[in-house]
T-cell receptor, first 115, second 111 residues
Framework: NAGVTQTPKFQVLKTGQSMTLQCAQD?????MYWYRQDPGMGLRLIYY???????DKGEVPNGYNVSRLNKREFSLRLESAAPSQTSVYFC??????????????FGEGSWLTVV | QKEVEQNSGPLSVPEGAIASLNCTYS??????FFWYRQYSGKSPELIMF????GDKEDGRFTAQLNKASQYVSLLIRDSQPSDSATYLC???????????FGKGTMLLVSP
């Protein structure tokens, strides 16, 4: 039972390079998320997709783009990486988004370093 | 503004003691509250959620919610060294469709 799978697990980029983080879930969830986690800053939402075909900005969307490829897959793209984007990135999914909340399940994380 | 506040810790307790972790939130309209545990280098995992005022127990874990005072707490009874982790409180703010996470409290349980 894989749950949420994200790749790559580790990546080193040079400033200005681009890359895409891939994420897939096998729980038939409607909603998917990308968070970043930095020391002292906690988990911050970058983008989310409430359902297939929709995406919305979160708290820290600048410098990122996302694609909800289908119900299972949600990718995060860094077009021109900057050292400030050095972080741990978590993909997550939930059954849906509601005002009352739904349990969010996380992938294992992707450690990205921009030099 | 959405705010979820937690003491960063570390909270140090001896093995077998009760660990008490607290979280305050700013939106009175919040309806549900989630506690996640995150081991170093790992992803967050859900350990409890609570919707109603009062206590909710699950094994050694008890979540306590007081909506009037806008705080939620997590008690861990008979703490074990394996409980050493960062505990994240998460709240879905009314009008927003995602969870807002606190920065987490680091718990250290010494043998």
């Amino acid at each position: 039972n894989a749950g949420v799978t994200q790749t790559p697990k580790f990546q080193v980029l040079k400033t200005g390079q681009s890359m895409t983080l891939q994420c897939a879930q096998d729980m038939n969830h409607n909603s998917m998320y990308w968070y970043r986690q930095d020391p002292g800053m906690g988990l911050r939402l970058i983008y989310y997709s409430a359902s297939e075909g929709t995406t919305d900005k979160g708290e820290v969307p600048n410098g990122y783009n996302v694609s909800r490829l289908n119900k299972r897959e949600f990718s995060l793209r860094l077009e021109s990486a900057a050292p400030s984007q050095t972080s741990v990135y978590f993909c997550a999914s939930s059954e849906s988004v509601t005002a009352s909340g739904n349990t969010i399940y996380f992938g294992e994380g992707s450690w990205l370093t921009v030099v | 503004q959405k705010e979820v506040e937690q003491n960063s810790g570390p909270l140090s307790v001896p093995e077998g003691a009760i660990a008490s972790l607290n979280c305050t939130y700013s939106d009175r309209g919040s309806q549900s509250f989630f506690w996640y545990r995150q081991y170093s280098g790992k992803s967050p995992e859900l350990i409890m959620f609570i919707y109603s005022n009062g206590d909710k127990e699950d094994g050694r874990f008890t979540a306590q919610l007081n909506k009037a005072s806008q705080y939620v707490s997590l008690l861990i009874r008979d703490s074990q060294p394996s409980d050493s982790a960062t505990y994240l409180c998460a709240v879905p703010y009314s009008g927003y469709s995602t969870l807002t996470f606190g920065k987490g409290t680091m718990l250290l349980v010494s043998p």
